[in-house]
């Protein structure tokens, strides 16, 4: 695979007029439909099953995230991150969107209508998702169980895949009780630790 990193602002402009160079179509890896080639290594695809395993959580997610993802997904592109978060093909990418908000005269309803709809692509072999599915329907509070941790997971792939948070409020706070969650049970092991 030949990579071209784009980084400056008028390559998103550029890139619309541009599309393709000596026959190679150009492809943003940040949009939906990436096709990568297999692994030399000879690894195959995710199992079917395995992908079918991650249903439940993939349809949780979506009744939670509601009308902020058009559908959550496997994804076959993933390996280290949790999750990550692309546009429809011709819909704006995050670079695009931080642009046309910093625009001086632009109209707000105008950006709501061009702004894609993104799909939520999980990582079935990272140990977050694998976790989360494990809790999918375990209890009686169905997705309740699972919220906070989708909406954590969701703000991050926000901000992993360059995207502007639309509440970075409920994200901090999300963060800090998750760290006072984790430093009181860190605390409680130090102290069972000195009794002993």
């Given at each position: 695979i030949e990579v071209l990193y784009m980084v400056d602002p008028i390559d998103e402009?550029?890139?619309?007029?541009y599309p393709s160079h000596e026959g190679k179509r150009f492809v943003c890896i940040t949009k939906?439909?990436?096709q990568l080639e297999p692994a030399a290594d000879g690894e195959a695809a995710l199992p079917e099953e395995e992908k079918a395993a991650l249903q439940g959580l993939c349809e949780a997610m979506r009744r939670l995230l509601g009308a902020r993802v058009e559908k959550?997904?496997?994804s076959e592109r993933l390996t280290d991150s949790p999750c990550v978060l692309v546009t429809g093909a011709y819909g704006w990418s995050a670079n695009m969107e931080r642009i046309m908000r910093a625009q001086a005269l632009r109209d707000a309803s105008t950006t709501r209508l061009m702004?894609?709809?993104?799909?939520l692509e999980?990582?079935?072999t990272h140990p977050i998702v694998r976790?989360?599915?494990g809790l999918v329907g375990v209890?009686?509070?169905?997705?309740?169980?699972?919220?906070?941790?989708?909406e954590l997971l969701y703000d991050t792939a926000l901000i992993g895949s360059g995207f502007v948070l639309d509440a970075p409020t409920n994200f901090t706070a999300r963060v800090h009780q998750?760290?006072?969650r984790d430093l009181s049970g860190a605390g409680a092991e130090a102290q069972a630790r000195s009794v002993a």
């Open positions: 402009y550029a890139m619309q007029s939906e439909g990436l959550v997904v496997v702004r894609s709809a993104k799909t999980l990582n079935p976790g989360l599915a209890d009686a509070q169905g997705d309740a169980a699972i919220a906070p941790a989708v998750l760290m006072q």
